[in-house]
């Protein structure tokens, strides 16, 4: 029983950290500030999720665990309405999503 | 063992978004860098409670949360109301 929560709990922490790391690397290579809100979407929600789970399955059933499903519905709750609430700000302003056939160039806001 | 490795890659994470902080042309990039980058402090009082055996740094991953949430929410309300921050507009970044 205890080898099985090492093992859940270690596959858990490696998923969730394989997981940020994809998000940062798509938050510096994407091109467009619209394309980075999604790899910023993956660290908040699923590769701090599946840390938060990893350390729930090591902590068992007690007061710890509370804490920290308080912690990872928190933040899947608020994360996506932060990215959202950045998302209509930038729009405001005038950045339009980059579309297919856009020129290249990294960002230039498209004159429309 | 596996907690001092998942520190250490949510280390390098906060390593790499910082690095679209810095690179970021608008602001709304730093903005997004900052919003993981504050995700992933949590994870990381989180982390670091359980290495150490202190589950009071729960408390303190929780409050945090809380803070990075509203801290995003009022520097994107900031950067939206200020007439001089906004890119698009012309050919300037609008950095801050």
Do not use: C, W
């Not at chain 1, 809100?37 to 789970?53: E, F, K, Q």
């Not at chain 1, 399955?57 to 665990?65: A, D, I, K």
């Not at chain 1, 932060?82 to 579309?99: E, F, R, V």
């Not at chain 2, 907690?3 to 949510?10: E, G, K, Q, S």
């Amino acid at each position: 029983m205890d080898l099985l929560v090492d093992i859940l709990s270690g596959m858990l922490l490696a998923g969730g950290s394989i997981l940020a790391l994809i998000g940062a690397v798509g938050i510096i290579r994407l091109p467009d500030v619209f394309a980075r809100m999604h790899a910023g979407g993956i660290i908040d929600t699923m590769g701090a999720g599946m840390i938060l789970a990893g350390l729930m399955v090591q902590s068992g059933f007690t007061l710890v665990t509370v804490k920290l499903f308080l912690i990872f519905a928190f933040l899947f709750y608020t994360t996506p309405t932060a990215t959202h609430a950045l998302a209509q700000a930038a729009l405001k302003s005038g950045l339009t999503p980059k579309i297919q056939g856009d020129s290249d160039e990294e960002d230039v806001p498209s004159k429309i | 063992m596996m907690l001092a490795a998942t520190t250490a890659a949510v280390l390098v994470t906060m390593a790499l978004a910082l690095v679209r902080a810095l690179m970021g042309p608008t602001v709304y990039d730093r903005i997004v860098s900052v919003n993981a980058f504050g995700t992933l402090t949590v994870v990381l009082i989180a982390v670091h409670g359980f290495l150490t055996g202190r589950p009071e740094f729960l408390d303190i991953a929780l409050a945090y949360a809380l803070i990075t949430f509203i801290g995003v929410i009022a520097v994107t309300k900031y950067v939206t109301m200020t007439p001089g921050m906004r890119p698009g507009r012309g050919d300037d970044k609008g950095d801050l």
